[in-house]
């Protein structure tokens, strides 16, 4: 689905706020000069877990825009079983599931099933004395620093 004109504009404005560019391909598939490290992160696979998919459609719709794939997923037990079918370069997750299992057992979950990929936290409140859960890179409740951390990770910086 492409963006309509507003998302468009509300996505401008999120990478501003990041401050970031992103890296390109060129119809070669070599990334761009101003990358330098290599990686880019158009085709990279985001598996965004989230028992409210509703809650961030938008952030969702920006990291397509940038040409990445996100799979959404409502559960630790269903993205555990995604994961170990398919590789992915980010996962994004929530904390709070109402009736399930926390997300913040996620990254360990993962990783007792030998997926290393990198968590981020998406949350929707945040305490800011909060360290992210064990395995996790970040957690945040903004959707600049959200991208702005899953494109640190993405590119190689």
Not at 86 to 107: C, Q
Not at 109 to 118: F, I, N, Q
């Amino acid at each position: 689905m492409d963006p309509s004109t507003d998302q468009k504009v509300e996505i401008a404005v999120i990478l501003r706020q990041v401050g970031r560019q992103i890296p390109v391909i060129d119809e070669a598939g070599s990334s761009s000069p101003e990358n330098g490290s290599g990686k880019t992160v158009r085709g990279s696979r985001v598996l965004w877990v989230d028992d409210h998919p509703e809650w961030n459609l938008r952030e969702r719709q920006v990291f397509r825009a940038l040409g990445m794939e996100v799979v959404p997923v409502l559960s630790n037990s269903e993205a555990i079983a995604v994961a170990n079918q398919f590789s992915f370069e980010l996962v994004i997750s929530d904390i709070d599931r109402g009736d399930g299992e926390g997300g913040d057992l996620l990254p360990q979950r993962l990783r007792a099933v030998g997926v290393e990929t990198p968590v981020l936290f998406y949350v929707g409140a945040i305490d800011p004395d909060r360290e992210p859960p064990g395995g996790a890179k970040s957690i945040t409740n903004d959707p600049a620093i959200l991208l702005r951390d899953a494109l640190n990770l993405l590119s190689g910086k």
